[in-house]
């Protein structure tokens, strides 16, 4: 089983949709959550942190639910700007310093139609 | 201001031949961190460097990989006698490190590597 989980997608969406994304991830241990965006052939880029109380950027509003290891994403009022790969990162991170990785998800490709 | 810089942007080489792969992080950034991305895999952390030593070098898929970096800056990553399932995109990211939060990685533009 994969530590983080997606829906592989293609979310077809028009324009002015709105779109939700789901994941979900296997190590407790996890401690810090995010979403990055990755456009074709880019290098990712990070889109929001996920906290436990809900987060809000805009049109994008993100949810981590610790109980259920579970992290949302809501894009409301799609753009055709915001096609594009949105990954689920969990980042292990030991205080001793021994690690400070990101575990990706495999990606959710949105495509926003016109 | 720069970012974090890799090079070559693309790599073509033979199976069997070794690859070096060069980041340049962001200025300041102490920790610096290798992945690969290949299809169908996504992305895969490799190793993670705090100044020059590697604390956490767990992704390092076999004993052909290898990683250093020096003066706390330039990371250079080795692959031996690549095989074409090495074929991949390798990205280099780069952080400031805050022991007790959180610091957000910054990717460079990555090297597609391809091993005919």
């Known amino acids: 089983r994969k530590e983080v989980e997606q829906d592989p997608g293609p979310f077809n969406v028009p324009e002015g949709a709105t779109v939700a994304f789901n994941c979900t991830y296997s190590?407790?241990?996890?401690?810090?959550f995010f979403w990055y965006r990755q456009d074709c052939r880019k290098e990712p880029k990070l889109l929001m942190s996920?906290?436990?109380s809900g987060n809000e950027d805009g049109r994008f509003t993100a949810q981590l639910n610790r109980a259920s290891q579970y992290i949302s994403l809501l894009i409301r009022d799609s753009k055709l700007s915001d096609s594009a790969t949105y990954l689920c990162v969990v980042n292990m991170r030991n205080y001793g310093g021994a690690t400070n990785k990101l575990i990706f998800g495999t990606g959710t490709l949105l495509a926003v139609q016109p | 201001g720069a970012g974090v810089s890799q090079s070559p942007s693309n790599k073509v080489t033979e199976k069997g031949k070794d690859v070096e792969l060069r980041c340049d992080p962001i200025?300041?950034?102490?920790?610096l961190y290798w992945y690969r991305q290949s299809l169908g895999q996504g992305l895969e952390f490799l190793i993670y460097f705090q100044g020059n030593s590697a604390p956490d070098k767990s992704g390092l898929p076999s004993d052909r990989f290898s990683a250093e970096r020096t003066g706390g800056s330039v990371s250079t990553l080795t692959i031996q006698r690549t095989q074409q399932e090495d074929s991949a995109v390798y990205l280099c990211?780069?952080?400031?490190?805050?022991?007790?939060?959180?610091?957000?990685?910054?990717f460079g533009p990555g090297t597609r590597l391809t091993v005919l």
């Open positions: 996920v906290y436990s």
């Open positions: 200025s300041g950034h102490t920790a």
């Open positions: 990211a780069s952080s400031l490190m805050g022991r007790s939060s959180y610091n957000e990685q910054f």
């Open positions: 190590n407790s241990a996890s401690q810090s």
